[in-house]
């Protein structure tokens, strides 16, 4: 699976759009972008994912660049309990046997009330 | 729908004792996962079954670690004997069938493991 590149760390306000930006620069045809988050002391929780095309649901939207070499996770209007550690994860759905997500150190997001 | 249960929540133990996780997966889910979270780190797949067979048992350090499935419903994670590196969160987490390609994973709350 291709690697991804994260900030570390980022602020947002209550109430405004939080942008978490993420770099699949190898990324390959077969590649889906993963979106999870981590609240403090809970297990991992599925945001959204996409191929090429733009994402939406209730929980976030998902940009994804024409060349796909990086995309962005959007938050339109970010709550306290939005704070977590955000993980974007690519996953080669070609490979059959690979079932599994990878996760980096992802980044973490901070809403400041 | 209840979602995949974990116990411990916490356990201390000293090095060289044993230790044991258990995960109840979400009821019909076939795919199960043990994961290793180490404080500032991401998880990390320590073992992937599909009902009761490994499918992936890459990364699992066999000399001290061993999981099972045997009915493929519930798991059990074993640690023996325990390091002091091993502290950290075992998260499980399970996918439903017919999901495989884009289906996601349901964790757990995780067992905090300290080693003194």
């Known amino acids: 699976d291709a690697k991804t590149t994260q900030p570390t760390s980022m602020d947002c306000a209550e109430g405004r759009a939080a942008n978490l930006p993420c770099n699949h620069s190898?990324?390959?045809?077969?590649?889906?972008v993963y979106w999870y988050r981590q609240i403090h002391s809970q297990g991992p929780q599925y945001i959204i994912h996409g191929l090429k095309n733009n994402e939406t649901n209730e929980m976030a939207s998902l940009i994804i660049t024409e060349d796909r070499k990086s995309s962005t996770l959007i938050l339109p209007h970010a709550t306290l309990r939005d704070t977590a550690v955000y993980y974007c994860i690519v996953r080669d759905i070609s490979n059959f046997g690979n079932e599994k997500l990878t996760f980096g150190t992802g980044t973490r997001l901070t809403i400041i009330p | 729908e209840a979602g995949v249960a974990q116990s411990p929540r916490y356990k201390i133990i000293e090095k060289r004792q044993s230790v044991a996780f258990w995960c109840n997966p979400i009821?019909?889910?076939?795919?199960l996962y043990w994961y290793q979270q180490i404080l500032g780190q991401g998880p990390k797949l320590l073992i992937q079954f599909q009902n009761n067979g490994v499918v992936d048992d890459s990364q699992l350090p066999k000399d001290r670690f061993s999981a099972e499935r045997l009915k493929g419903v519930d798991s059990t994670l074993k640690i023996q004997p325990a390091k002091l590196e091993d502290s950290a969160v075992y998260l499980c987490?399970?996918?439903?069938?017919?999901?495989?390609?884009?289906?996601?994973?349901?964790f757990g709350e995780g067992s905090r493991l300290t080693v003194l």
């Open positions: 190898t990324i390959s045809g077969n590649e889906y």
């Open positions: 009821s019909g889910h076939a795919t």
């Open positions: 987490a399970s996918r439903p069938p017919g999901h495989r390609l884009f289906g996601e994973l349901f």
